[in-house]
């Protein structure tokens, strides 16, 4: 793409041709207040605030509409220009609640922020006595979003994020001029995806997040960046919290690979951290009954159990990190002890490996857009990947990419679907050049990928993305985890069962049970031993995703109760069986690393742009809090302190 050349307030830049003159201006560092434009939807130039003065060029224009030309001239800051932002802030306060005091928005709303920048600093309209502001009720359109009329800027961000990305339509437009209003689809309670995209691009309070109202402002939320653990797709999420506790989950379209989408899972999911089923306290039977023990005592007791075992067996979960799964497995090979797991991602993947001697998916979410055809082989997208769904539908959308559904359709993709695609070698031979399947790895049946893979190995421009169901099922190969056979286990002394699982009982045919767990569940009450385990958020790992992207996410909050994160827990078992073992999180990466080098290398050019899975900063050990440990560094606080010191000598309340 041709770059041209902009002078903006007499400042030049170089920007591609077709980039907005908001934009333009922004990579300046250049403020232009706006409400209807965001990044991430298309134009549609209603709320007339980001209007500039653009030399040739009659009147202002608005800047996010209008794309920048070689040898333009722009003003963003003549009189005309700010008494047009000015004018219209006031019209809109007109009717605004000034509500600023208590608002869940307060801190990051744009009215707030565009009104404090540019002004009025007095509204000026004339309110008739009585009505100072539009009355209407406050809706609660869901469990998870409300919705006040009386903040709306009638900006329409919500309504296009929805139908643009999110390809919903469950929020429209109700009447016009000044009896626009925002609402549902239905009128009543939203029926959505409540993937909570509306509220994250509503410029004001109007559209809020039910979870975690009026839990803290917005300025003493911490920020962490964090990978989601809920599916395979690996999103990043922004959490926000305070002292150990989430308020909310945003996004950031500039972090991360979902380009700010989150599915509800990812949005709302976040309370399982503090669930009251959580455990806190290693679990001990005695006397046939669960009862809480040191972590002293327990590792002595999982440390008697296993050596007293002649056949041991693990069951992992594909939710543990990179650096856990390793771990176990070590574990288990120290008292060669067989290797499962729930899910059939790693037999899928050493299949692959079998027949075309290499390693997962071929492509990445970001290259959905070059492919002309597109094969959903019997994958129930919304279900398994969320996310996925609307890169999907953006590929579809942005270079034409015709969708086709082999098996089971995908219910929310069904008015994108070209047509049905029978996979036999036939329909192989013949499918168009650039063609991606994207296959279910729980569901897939063996026939079908083998004629897959025989098409992608023989034509270049063919690929294949293997959609996993848990975060990190892609490492399980790797480390030799198969999938549990649906037959009785054979009798084994000892059963180990790392992370969330959905087993519900322990096999009649396992003699004895320790468990690592987060939650008391059915497996968990009938272990002889349970660990306490760390969820997601509370401890640092990667995670491989369907893509075989590697990517690394840190602690935000601390751990519940007692409970160690598994790669902890596993270290500490050799330990005490006397096995040699990597403890830092730099030697057990290095190790891995060593020895897995294909869970950190893709089958497609990594843009030289993406960060490198980073190496952990922190150790593994449980994470303390050092509350406060920075404010005596704060010149402010100190003179506050001494101004409350020497007030307190005058008040007459001291
Ligand atoms: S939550 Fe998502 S799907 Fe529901 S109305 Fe908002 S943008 Fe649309
Ligand atoms: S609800 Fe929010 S995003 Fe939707 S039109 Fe109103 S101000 Fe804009
Ligand atoms: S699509 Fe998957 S990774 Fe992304 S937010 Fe949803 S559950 Fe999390
Ligand atoms: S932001 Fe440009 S017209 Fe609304």
Not at 45 to 72: F, N, W, Y
Not at 115 to 138: L, N
Not at 220 to 230: A, M, N, P, Q
Not at 424 to 450: C, G, H, Y
Request: hydrophobic share 35%; glycine share 6%.
């Amino acid at each position: 793409m041709s770059l041209v050349r902009v002078k903006i307030d007499d400042e030049e830049i170089e920007v591609p041709e077709g980039t907005l003159v908001i934009t333009a201006a922004e990579k300046l560092g250049k403020s232009i207040p706006h409400f209807c434009y965001h990044e991430r939807l298309t134009p549609v130039a209603a709320c007339r605030l980001c209007l500039v003065e653009i030399e040739g060029m009659p009147g202002l224009q608005p800047s996010c509409a209008t794309k920048v030309k070689d040898g333009m001239i722009v003003r963003t800051n003549t009189k005309n220009v700010l008494d047009s932002h000015k004018s219209v802030l006031d019209l809109v306060l007109e009717t605004h609640p000034l509500d600023c005091p208590k608002c869940e928005a307060t801190g990051r709303c744009k009215l707030e922020d565009f009104t404090y920048e540019f002004g009025p600093h007095r509204v000026s309209y004339y309110r008739p006595p009585g009505i100072s502001a539009y009355d209407y009720e406050e809706l609660s359109w869901s469990p998870v979003l409300k919705f006040d009329p009386n903040k709306c800027v009638e900006c329409s961000r919500c309504i296009r994020v929805c139908d643009e990305v999110q390809d919903c339509r469950a929020l429209v437009a109700s009447s016009r001029g000044h009896n626009w209003r925002i609402t549902t689809f239905t009128g009543g309670p939203l029926h959505c995806d409540f993937c909570g995209a509306c509220a994250s691009v509503c410029p004001t309070g109007a559209i809020e997040q039910q979870p975690g109202k009026f839990w803290k402002k917005d300025w003493e939320l911490e920020k962490h960046f964090v990978i989601c653990s809920h599916c395979g797709h690996g999103c990043t999420l922004l959490l926000r919290g305070w002292e150990g506790r989430i308020a909310r989950i945003e996004d950031d379209f500039k972090v991360g690979i979902n380009r700010a989408n989150i599915c509800s899972r990812g949005r709302f999911g976040f309370d399982i951290i503090s669930h009251s089923s959580r455990l806190s306290k290693p679990l001990l039977r005695s006397d046939g009954k669960l009862v809480e023990v040191t972590w002293e005592k327990a590792l002595f007791a999982a440390m008697e159990m296993i050596t007293a075992s002649h056949s041991v067996i693990g069951l992992a979960s594909g939710m543990l990190s990179v650096e856990e799964l390793f771990l176990f497995s070590k574990l288990l090979a120290s008292r060669n002890g067989k290797k499962f797991s729930e899910s059939r991602d790693g037999d899928v993947i050493e299949f692959e490996k079998k027949r075309l001697g290499r390693y997962g998916s071929t492509h990445g979410f970001d290259q959905l857009d070059s492919f002309e055809s597109i094969v959903l082989v019997d994958i129930p997208v919304e279900e398994l990947d969320e996310v996925l769904r609307i890169d999907l539908i953006s590929a579809a959308k942005k270079s034409g990419a015709k969708l086709f559904t082999a098996g089971r359709a995908s219910f929310r993709l069904k008015k994108r679907i070209a047509g049905l695609f029978k996979i036999n070698s036939q329909t192989l031979a013949s499918a168009p050049a650039k063609t991606l399947f994207v296959v279910d790895t729980e569901r897939i049946e063996e026939k079908e990928l083998s004629a897959i893979l025989e098409k992608v190995s023989s034509d270049p421009f063919t690929g294949i993305l293997f959609v996993a169901a848990q975060s990190n099922s892609r490492a399980l190969s790797s480390f030799g985890f198969r999938v549990l056979p649906s037959d009785e286990i054979s009798e084994v002394d000892l059963m180990i069962a790392a992370g969330p699982l959905q087993m519900t009982e322990r096999p009649t045919s396992v003699k004895r049970l320790i468990a690592s767990a987060s939650f008391r569940n059915e497996l968990v009450e009938s272990a002889d031993l349970v660990f306490p385990a760390a969820l997601p958020f509370e401890k640092s790992g990667t995670y491989v995703n369907s893509e075989g992207r590697a990517q690394y996410s840190d602690i935000a909050v601390p751990m519940a109760g007692e409970s160690w994160p598994d790669a902890v827990i596993w270290i500490s078992v050799m330990k005490e069986l006397g096995e040699a073992t990597p403890s830092t999180p730099r030697e057990i990466l290095d190790e891995v690393r060593n020895n897995h080098p294909e869970l950190f290398e893709r089958n497609y050019p990594v843009k030289s742009s993406e960060a490198e899975p980073k190496l952990p900063s922190t150790r593994l050990a449980p994470p303390k809090r050092h509350r406060g440990l920075l404010l005596d560094k704060s010149e402010w606080l100190r003179k506050l302190q001494e101004h409350l010191d020497f007030s307190k000598e005058f008040s007459p309340w001291f």
